[in-house]
């Protein structure tokens, strides 16, 4: 990545850097060396004022951890989790704080294989019956990206799941309070898919 691991955690890190930190973070995970543990130390360490450097948005199925995947410390990340990484308002407000108010340079949208909510949403397509509550809120915010890929498509599961997760990036660089500081190349958005497999993520879009 050009970046030296360690380099996002500066106060006005770039995005690149962040973007660097974080994926170092994921490799220490995958080769089983992490060096961050989620002792009391650490939490009292880092009781000061916040400094994060990346919000990762992601689903809240109970395999992927966030802090644990990005091998990530007390004061690293923020974290916000739905079912599918949907978008609401109390999540946009919420990346638009770490960003506005915290100086975040980097918001990652983290999709996963054999996602149960794009399920969902298949199922609600292909059986067109749509589920109750506020589950139906779930579906609807991720039923567009099945209808591109066709939900008569064998493989759409695995490709509306990555579809879901490139939309979702593309709603968040429109966000009326990050679409300035994304133009003027201070915040990214990115994409990423992990795999529950191999524990790797990997960028969808990699520049
Ligand atoms: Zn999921």
Redesign the pocket.
Same mark, same amino acid.
């Given at each position: 990545m050009g970046a030296t691991p360690g380099q996002g955690r500066q106060a006005g890190g770039t995005p690149r850097a962040a973007l660097a930190d974080l994926l170092a973070g994921n490799r220490r995970f995958v080769s089983g060396q992490p060096i961050h543990g989620h002792d009391v130390t650490a939490a009292a360490a880092a009781s000061g004022d916040q400094q994060p450097y990346a919000v990762v948005l992601g $689903?809240?199925?109970s395999r @992927?951890p966030l802090e644990a995947i990005f091998d990530q410390t007390f004061g690293a990340i923020c974290v916000i989790r739905t !079912? !599918? *990484?949907v978008l609401d308002r109390a999540v946009c407000g919420s990346i638009e704080y770490v960003v506005g108010q915290l100086g975040v340079p980097l918001v990652m949208v983290l #999709? *996963?294989e054999r $996602? #149960?909510? @794009?399920g969902a949403a298949v199922d609600a397509l292909r059986t067109g019956e749509r589920p109750g509550g506020s589950l139906a809120y779930l579906v609807d915010e991720i039923a567009p990206a099945v209808t591109e890929i066709g939900f008569d498509d064998p493989a759409v599961h695995p490709l509306a799941i990555r579809r879901h997760v490139r939309r979702t990036v593309r709603t968040l660089r429109d966000d009326d309070l990050l679409a300035g500081p994304v133009a003027a190349g201070r915040v990214a958005v990115t994409g990423g898919l992990y795999d529950l497999a191999t524990g790797e993520v990997a960028l969808l879009d990699p520049g």
């Open positions: $689903c809240i199925d @992927v !079912g !599918g *990484h #999709g *996963h $996602c #149960g909510a @794009v």
